[in-house]
């Protein structure tokens, strides 16, 4: 990936987990400007790998005419810690 196109700006994560809606969630944006584009209730919470391509394959057609790839960088709350969301880092350079 060319680190100058990289923009870490689409996000996923499991939320609300014990709950009635606990769902893989697709975010795009930063703080109080955080847009929920995609959620899916049919893969577990630490069915991890299965959300990363579910969350490609959107991030795909919603990209649809660029040239997307992406790596996932996890988000540790912690040293030591489990990741609590992963950062999209989209190279969608022409």
Do not use: C
Not at 34 to 53: H, L, N, Q
Not at 78 to 85: E, M, V
């Amino acid at each position: 990936m060319n680190e100058a196109t990289q923009q870490p700006r689409w996000t996923l994560g499991y939320e609300a987990e014990g709950s009635p809606d606990a769902a893989w969630t697709i975010r795009h944006g930063a703080g109080a400007d955080t847009i929920v584009y995609e959620t899916t209730d049919r893969i577990g919470p630490d069915d991890v790998e299965s959300a990363k391509r579910w969350a490609e394959d959107y991030l795909g057609k919603t990209l649809e005419s660029r040239d997307v790839d992406v790596e996932w960088e996890p988000h540790h709350p912690g040293p030591g810690t489990a990741p609590d969301f992963y950062t999209a880092l989209v190279d969608d350079a022409p």
